[in-house]
Each structure stands twice: as structure tokens, then as C-alpha cells.
């Protein structure tokens, strides 16, 4: 399958927790004021790769805690992005996905990618809440979810460090 990305990291440590394959997804329609990475927007920006392609490079990195799908909007390729998802869980690996939307507010068809994620960072980057000092955020509005304890509980939990 062919993905639309604007770039990869292969080894960040600023994406989530612990070392993490970020995979920048090209394409976002929100605009959000002071955004960082307005090169991601254009639907027909960046370039196709195949997805086999990028799980071989995360299959090969041993020292991988886990692969972040950013961008850009991840939701807007969901397939592709689940068919990702799906082989680093496969592997052993956690995964973090960032979203525009907020968790409330998920399109139906996220659901079998929100199956494969450990943790959501959702919301639209809002400039007048921006704080330097928050982690892995870059607006206080934004919310680190555990997905996992969200389900089971039914009600928002937060991702923690200590047991997250
Ligand atoms: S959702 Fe993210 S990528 Fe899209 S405009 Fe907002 S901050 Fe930028």
C-alpha cells in the first residue's frame, strides 16, 4: 500500500516516550495558526513510499521502544497508517498517533486504528495555549490518552509515565 509522507526519523526521541520511528504523514486541512510543520499541509505534497518499505526499517532497528505516526494528519491516511501500526504491534512495539481531531470527535473509520494505538495525543495545536514546557505537546488543550484504559474504562485516561 502507498503512503503519502512528508518525512521519517528513524530514531526520535522527541515524538513520544522512549526511542520511536516517526513516520511524518504528508497532508492536514486545519491550518492551525503557528504550526510547525506547515510542509506537511498540501494533500499532493511530499512523496509516495510503500508502507512494506518503511516496516522493513522499523523491523530492523532493535533498539526501537515504539513507532509515532504524526504529520500532517495520520487520520487522513488511515489504511495505511493501520497497516503500520499494525506490524509494529506486531514487532513488540508501542504506538503513539497524533491527531488533529479531538478524541471525542474521532471519524468512525479511525476505529480498527485506534485498536493498534497505545497512546493519542489528540487536538488541534492552538496557539494561545502553547507552552514550551509541556511533554510531547505542543498546546495545553492537547491530551496524552492511553487508548488502552480509555476502552476499558470508558471514560478519558491520561497516559503516565510510571506504568504508561
Ligand atoms: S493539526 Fe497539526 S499539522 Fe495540522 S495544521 Fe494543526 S498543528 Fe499543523
Same mark, same amino acid.
Given at each position: 500500500?502507498l503512503?503519502? &509522507? /512528508?518525512?521519517l526519523?528513524?530514531?526520535s526521541?522527541v !515524538? @513520544?516516550d522512549?526511542?520511536?520511528?516517526?513516520i511524518?504523514?504528508q497532508?492536514?486541512?486545519?491550518r492551525?495558526e503557528g504550526c510547525?510543520?506547515?510542509?506537511?499541509?498540501?494533500?499532493?505534497?511530499?512523496r509516495?513510499v510503500?508502507?512494506a518499505?518503511? &516496516? /522493513?526499517?522499523?523491523?530492523?532497528?532493535?533498539?526501537? !521502544? @515504539?513507532?509515532?505516526l504524526t504529520g500532517?494528519?495520520?487520520?487522513l491516511q488511515i489504511?495505511?497508517?493501520?497497516e503500520i501500526a499494525?506490524?509494529?504491534?506486531s514487532?513488540?512495539?508501542s504506538v503513539w498517533c497524533?491527531?488533529?481531531?479531538n478524541f471525542?470527535?474521532?471519524p468512525h473509520d479511525?476505529e480498527?486504528?485506534?485498536?493498534n494505538?497505545?497512546?493519542?495525543i489528540d487536538?488541534a495545536?492552538?496557539?494561545?495555549?502553547?507552552?514550551?514546557d509541556?511533554?510531547f505537546?505542543?498546546?495545553?488543550?492537547?491530551r496524552i490518552?492511553?487508548i488502552?484504559?480509555?476502552r476499558?474504562?470508558?471514560k478519558i485516561?491520561?497516559?503516565s509515565?510510571?506504568?504508561?
Amino acid at each position: 500500500m502507498l503512503i503519502r &509522507i /512528508a518525512g521519517l526519523v528513524s530514531e526520535s526521541y522527541v !515524538d @513520544g516516550d522512549g526511542i520511536r520511528f516517526a513516520i511524518f504523514m504528508q497532508g492536514c486541512l486545519r491550518r492551525c495558526e503557528g504550526c510547525h510543520n506547515p510542509e506537511t499541509h498540501a494533500l499532493d505534497g511530499g512523496r509516495l513510499v510503500d508502507t512494506a518499505k518503511i &516496516i /522493513a526499517k522499523i523491523k530492523k532497528n532493535p533498539l526501537l !521502544d @515504539g513507532i509515532t505516526l504524526t504529520g500532517g494528519e495520520p487520520l487522513l491516511q488511515i489504511d495505511a497508517a493501520n497497516e503500520i501500526a499494525c506490524a509494529a504491534k506486531s514487532f513488540g512495539l508501542s504506538v503513539w498517533c497524533y491527531t488533529g481531531y479531538n478524541f471525542e470527535e474521532l471519524p468512525h473509520d479511525a476505529e480498527p486504528l485506534l485498536e493498534n494505538i497505545d497512546v493519542l495525543i489528540d487536538g488541534a495545536f492552538i496557539e494561545r495555549l502553547r507552552d514550551l514546557d509541556l511533554q510531547f505537546r505542543g498546546s495545553r488543550n492537547q491530551r496524552i490518552i492511553d487508548i488502552k484504559k480509555t476502552r476499558e474504562q470508558n471514560k478519558i485516561v491520561l497516559w503516565s509515565e510510571i506504568g504508561g
